[in-house]
């Protein structure tokens, strides 16, 4: 339709790099919550008396409530709009992860945790989808992976935090200071537009016009004027359609829907089974807390070159070979890392496993949105996110009974290599390419 070509058609500018943080910051607040309970767990087994078994369970319990939340989060963007559920999810778990600081016993830590990963299952999906329908299709791929990206400037401020924070104020610091994210609830309200695909699926044409024509303004582009009752007639979905789980199945949609469960679950089966245990693993090898808590630190920050060299990728080489390569490579990485040796080694591998792994997770945020049309894209995306979490859900508890035998350490991280490779030959041999469509072009 003439609407959304004009979007597309716009060039990049400080709009988009506005909404780019905007956006950006709520997932770095993500996984600033994300990071902590990884930090806290090896304290709290100490103080609590915690069995492994436990501790992977505490990580589990928040990945089942992201489960959940990824598919009414993304239902409820494509019903009541990307902005609404982006602000109310990022509230939600903020609130959930100051209570963890409060928590008075295990039980009760569980209850909190599982409320942190609804609100942070709603919102991961529905950001991503915001900014892809905003982003040029030229320019989308970068723009995704380096949104994905403020994933590691969260988990570094977690580290930072636990690095500082807990050793002097105690865990339950940690939790409250990130509780502080509800206040940027405010600042979407005032500076994240609703996404124009989703006002014109809903019949709202004369907001998206009006908001089309401001980002034409900011970027030096005249407004064509358009009449609001022409674009009415030529919508691409039909806003009375109710969306159906059924629709994910169809014969259009059926192969992009099992590549994406397949991406989905392997790469959140590895990355929360690694990173949530990496802590108490290194503890575990006989590392002292705050020994282990600086050895991560370096991990993380090596995780942002791994993003800026995807979002290099992503849109030169494409969405297939970047994701399969940057899999391949970050299995290749986890089982030399899992064969020990001396702190220099530990530091080389741990940080090539972040470098590729978290470079791998861009890709995939870039790939799943473009997969579906607009009327289904988040609900689509909720879905793959979600059976993604239930890959989560298995890893942290599944780690906790492996690290109990003799050769626990070398195990653990065989088995993610295996799993790590599996999903790169899928996306290899199944997957397809996407790379510098128009979303209604791929969605046809």
């Known amino acids: 339709m003439e609407i959304i070509r004009r979007l597309e058609q716009i060039p990049v500018s400080r709009f988009h790099y506005k909404l780019l943080v905007l956006t950006g910051l709520g997932w770095l607040f993500d996984a600033m919550d994300t990071g902590i309970i990884a930090f806290v767990l090896p304290v709290l ?4 008396s915690l069995s492994g078994a436990q501790m992977g369970f505490i990580g589990s319990i928040g990945l089942l409530g992201m489960a959940i939340g990824a598919v009414l989060g993304g239902l409820a963007a494509d019903k009541y709009g990307r902005k609404a559920v982006f602000a109310v999810t990022l509230l939600m778990y903020s609130i959930a992860t100051g209570l ?3 928590a008075w016993n295990y039980e009760s830590l569980l209850v909190f945790r599982f409320l942190v990963g609804f609100g942070l299952g709603g919102e991961l999906p529905v950001a991503a989808t915001l900014m892809t329908e905003y982003s040029p299709p030229a320019k989308r791929g970068r723009f995704i992976v380096l949104l994905e990206s403020f994933w590691g400037f969260g988990w570094l401020a977690a580290a930072l935090i636990s690095y500082f924070i807990i050793p002097r104020f105690g865990w339950q610091m ?6 502080l994210p509800a206040l940027y609830v405010f600042f979407i309200r005032i500076g994240v537009p609703e996404s124009i695909r989703f006002l014109m699926d809903k019949g709202r044409q004369d907001e ?5 024509a401001k980002i034409e303004r900011s970027a030096g582009v005249e407004p064509v004027v358009q009449n609001a009752a022409t674009s009415k007639l030529s919508m691409v979905d039909g806003a009375e359609d109710k969306i159906a789980f059924r629709e994910l199945w169809t014969l259009k949609f059926a192969k992009r829907t099992i590549i994406l469960w397949i991406i989905w679950f392997g790469i959140v089966y590895s990355y929360y089974g690694i990173f949530t245990w990496l802590p108490s693993l290194m503890v575990q090898q006989g590392h002292t807390v705050v020994k282990t808590f600086e050895y991560v630190l370096i991990m993380t920050l090596s995780q942002l070159p791994g993003y800026f060299s995807a979002a290099y990728l ?7 070979a970047t994701l399969a390569g940057y899999l391949a490579l970050s299995a290749v990485s986890a089982y030399f890392f899992g064969q020990g040796g001396n702190a220099e080694t530990v530091l080389l591998w741990g940080s090539l496993m972040s470098f590729f792994n978290l470079g791998a997770w861009g890709v995939v945020y870039t790939y799943t949105p473009e997969l579906y049309p607009t009327r289904i894209r988040a609900f689509g995306s909720g879905w793959a996110a979600a059976v993604g979490r239930f890959g989560g859900i298995l890893a942290p508890t599944i780690v906790g009974y492996m690290i109990a035998g003799p050769q626990g350490f070398s195990q653990v991280f065989t088995m993610f290599t295996g799993v790590m490779l599996a999903v790169a030959v899928a996306v290899w041999i199944f997957g397809e390419e996407t790379k510098g469509k128009a979303l209604d072009e791929i969605s046809k």
């Open 314 to 320: 992503v849109d030169r080489i494409g969405r297939k």
């Open 174 to 179: 940690a939790f409250f200071i990130g509780a």
């Open 45 to 48: 087994a100490k103080e609590w």
């Open 100 to 102: 963890c600081g409060l």
């Open 208 to 212: 998206a016009l009006a908001i089309v």
